[in-house]
């Protein structure tokens, strides 16, 4: 008789297979999506080293935390961390808080707490202010739904009072109850006190937005990081829906197998964990057999600088989204 935690691992396991589409089923049959480890990136300024694709638990995640369907989440997460993943990226604003709620239940279920490096956020800014018992109270209400302390990183999300809150994550990390801090944002109109935040902080992380037709963070953000030690998580690698957009209905071109893509997935992630001061991306999905894909996109070669130019040129000839 096998108990709950077996049983969750059995399933998620079957699960994914059960959904993949037929050509992503032969690949993994083949063994070409495991075919290689995962590579992995130094965290700067330290000698550990994470996968450099991960999970994020925003848009359909986090809508499917709230579900009757939650359990499929299970899977995507076991996912992750048989296939060798590890980074899960959520926070407590997304779902109004089930997201990370669910997923923390989901890990200990599963018994994959320390097999995830968790990542998760902290904001309860209000017009631009946050009141730091507020702040405190939701860190300790993420120690609660994780079941991990130290929790491994903790960022600032949407540069939500910087001034206040950043401080706060700096005591729990010298408490030792949270292993890096950092500050995150995806909106242009606040890309500049991002920038101003990173030169002036010693941060040890941030998360951002990049993608091979969001170039953006290319200009300063990325090279910032680099000069000054800071890991760098991706969010919206597939600019959300747009990059599907623009692809629908085309296969990937031919000279994607010269680095290793055979999927649109794997072909925009590795773009954007091809770049040297990116740490890890964290795409997100509810569904098993995304996650089987997105984990290719770390595995194999990855292209170089001029594959990525011409990638970058191949997507800009694409009708707009």
């Known amino acids: 008789m096998i108990d709950r935690r077996e049983w969750l691992k059995l399933t998620a396991t079957a699960g994914a297979a059960l959904t993949l589409s037929p050509r992503l089923l032969e690949a993994f049959a083949r063994g070409d999506l495991v075919r290689d480890e995962m590579i992995t990136r130094t965290i700067p300024g330290t000698i550990e080293s994470i996968p450099v694709i991960g999970l994020g638990s925003s848009a359909t995640f ?51 707490v320390d097999q995830v490096f968790w990542a998760t956020k902290l904001n309860v800014a209000q017009d631009g202010t946050a009141d730091p018992a507020a702040a405190r109270a939701q860190v300790e209400t993420s120690f609660d739904r994780v079941g991990k302390d130290p929790i491994d990183l903790i960022q600032v999300h949407n540069m939500g009072d910087p001034a206040v809150q950043l401080p706060i994550l700096r005591e729990y990390k010298e408490q030792g109850r949270v292993r890096y801090y950092g500050i995150t944002t995806t909106f242009e109109s606040q890309y500049d006190d991002l920038i101003s935040v990173m030169r002036n902080e010693p941060l040890d992380f941030i998360g951002t937005d990049y993608a091979v037709d969001n170039l953006f963070a290319e200009e300063t953000i990325l090279p910032l990081a680099q000069e000054r030690g800071i890991g760098v998580l991706v969010y919206a690698p597939f600019g959300r829906t747009r990059l599907w957009n623009r692809v629908e209905g085309r296969e990937v071109p031919d000279w994607a197998v010269e680095f290793d ?57 694409l009708p707009s989204a």
């Open 62 to 112: 986090a809508a499917l935390a709230g579900s009757d369907e939650a359990n499929v989440l299970g899977e995507v997460l076991s996912t992750l961390v048989e296939q060798g993943g590890a980074v899960f990226d959520t926070a407590p604003g997304y779902a109004g808080g089930t997201s990370e709620e669910v997923a923390g239940q989901l890990v200990q279920d599963l018994g994959i």
């Open 261 to 317: 893509a055979t999927t649109w997935a794997q072909f925009f992630l590795k773009f954007v964990v091809s770049h040297p001061a990116v740490t890890a991306a964290t795409p997100a999905t509810s569904q098993p057999h995304h996650m089987l894909d997105n984990l290719g996109g770390g595995m194999g070669r990855l292209p170089d600088e001029a594959t990525r130019q011409r990638m970058v040129e191949y997507v800009d000839a």
